[in-house]
């Protein structure tokens, strides 16, 4: 390998470094603040990346048939509890207003949107923005429809609600975006020549909106009360309740905030790959090992993490491509095994 080369595989690893950060730091959040690991977090890589294709090639975005449909199930939901809560009963009118605000008005608005300008004639920026409409109302509807009534369960019963999550939303993405894998247009067609290596402009964009989602992500959680509670929510989530903070509206906001990176790096990755309905799994995947190097704790770790995963992706794929997925996942038997060795167990007895 000569110093060419290594030059390539780096741009290679830190492009896909940073799609993965993203989708580290969106798992590290759902996890800290709800205690789900949001297994589903492929699939909204896919629902981004197949909703642009669709536009892109004058079809319909089935996305949004699915996004309308969730939205009725949640308002069904929301009248059901609020029915069955003497307490909610009492405002019965101004909660079931609301709910249909937001899961039957707003979805049908954006529905309309999509069967009107969902089409290769709107620009790609409002393609793109279409596009975020469409994927990201669905993340606070699944963690209504399947989360939030086992808020309190444990974490074994959360990650098995997970998976079951995962296999319909896969079920789910094969009905409405078929098998066939779709490609979107490339969002810029810029080479820079440094020397012998050529950066594309498409890396430079992935690589400049990945670290501006980043910087925003932190100065939402320094700066803003929204942040601070989900970080107060993180840190103890009794203790949040106690001082007023709400915990439903931490994990909606949570999960709302990774489905939007999720979809975000679908559309980031389409141009550089073609995207089935079930490739979104794997991506994901190598965003949960950046997430487990950081302990699901941690956003520096996890998004350094991520960028290593890259980068080993990378390299492995020059001088073993065929084993390139087990050298990646392999990572994480060592860290697995020095989080053991240096964390304090506690036994029962002792708890007790």
């Known amino acids: 390998m000569d110093l060419s080369i290594a030059a390539i595989l780096a741009q290679d690893g830190i492009t896909t470094g940073a799609i993965y950060a993203l989708l580290s730091l969106a798992l590290v959040l759902v996890f800290s603040v709800t205690r789900v690991i949001f297994i589903p977090q492929g699939e909204f890589v896919a629902f981004g990346a197949l909703t642009l294709a669709a536009m892109q090639t004058d079809r319909y975005p089935h996305a949004a048939t699915l996004m309308v449909g969730l939205g009725l199930a949640t308002f069904v939901v929301e009248a059901a509890m609020t029915l069955r809560s003497p307490q909610l009963r009492r405002d019965?009118?101004?909660?079931?207003?609301?709910?249909?605000?937001?899961?039957?008005?707003?979805?049908?608005?954006?529905?309309?949107?999509?069967?009107?300008?969902?089409?290769?004639?709107?620009?790609?920026?409002?393609?793109?923005?279409?596009?975020?409409?469409?994927v990201v109302p669905m993340g606070p509807m699944i963690y209504r429809l399947a989360f939030q009534?086992?808020?309190?369960?444990?974490?074994?019963?959360?990650?098995?609600?997970?998976?079951?999550?995962?296999?319909?939303?896969?079920?789910?993405?094969?009905?409405?975006?078929?098998?066939?894998?779709?490609?979107?247009?490339?969002?810029?067609?810029?080479?820079?020549?440094?020397?012998?290596?050529?950066?594309?402009?498409?890396?430079?964009?992935?690589?400049?909106?990945?670290?501006?989602?980043?910087?925003?992500?932190?100065?939402?959680?320094?700066?803003?009360?929204?942040?601070?509670?989900?970080?107060?929510?993180?840190?103890?989530?009794?203790?949040?309740?106690?001082?007023?903070?709400?915990?439903?509206?931490?994990?909606?906001?949570?999960?709302?905030?990774?489905?939007?990176?999720?979809?975000?790096?679908?559309?980031?990755?389409?141009?550089?790959?073609?995207?089935?309905?079930?490739?979104?799994?794997?991506i994901g995947l190598k965003g949960f090992v950046g997430a487990i190097i950081g302990g699901l704790a941690s956003y520096p770790i996890a998004a350094a993490g991520s960028m290593l995963v890259g980068m080993l992706e990378a390299y492995s794929s020059f001088w073993a491509?065929?084993?390139?997925?087990?050298?990646?996942?392999?990572?994480?038997?060592?860290?697995?095994?020095?989080?053991?060795?240096?964390?304090?167990?506690?036994?029962d007895e002792e708890e007790e």
Not at 98 to 121: C, E, T
Not at 322 to 345: D, G, M, N, Q, Y
């Open 92 to 134: 019965m009118l101004r909660i079931l207003s609301l709910a249909a605000a937001k899961f039957v008005i707003a979805p049908a608005l954006i529905w309309l949107l999509a069967v009107q300008f969902g089409n290769a004639s709107l620009a790609m920026p409002l393609q793109i923005v279409l596009t975020m409409l469409i």
């Open 149 to 282: 009534p086992l808020a309190e369960a444990t974490t074994l019963v959360l990650l098995i609600v997970a998976v079951g999550v995962h296999f319909a939303l896969l079920g789910l993405g094969l009905v409405i975006f078929g098998a066939e894998g779709s490609r979107t247009k490339p969002f810029s067609d810029i080479n820079i020549n440094v020397g012998a290596l050529s950066i594309s402009g498409q890396s430079i964009v992935i690589v400049g909106v990945s670290a501006a989602l980043i910087v925003a992500l932190y100065l939402f959680f320094e700066h803003t009360l929204q942040g601070k509670a989900l970080r107060a929510t993180a840190v103890n989530r009794l203790g949040a309740r106690l001082v007023g903070i709400g915990t439903t509206q931490a994990g909606r906001l949570a999960f709302t905030l990774a489905v939007a990176l999720g979809a975000l790096c679908g559309v980031l990755i389409a141009p550089l790959t073609t995207v089935y309905y079930d490739s979104g799994f794997l």
């Open 321 to 347: 491509s065929a084993f390139k997925e087990v050298i990646v996942f392999t990572l994480i038997i060592p860290v697995l095994l020095w989080r053991s060795l240096t964390s304090r167990h506690v036994d």
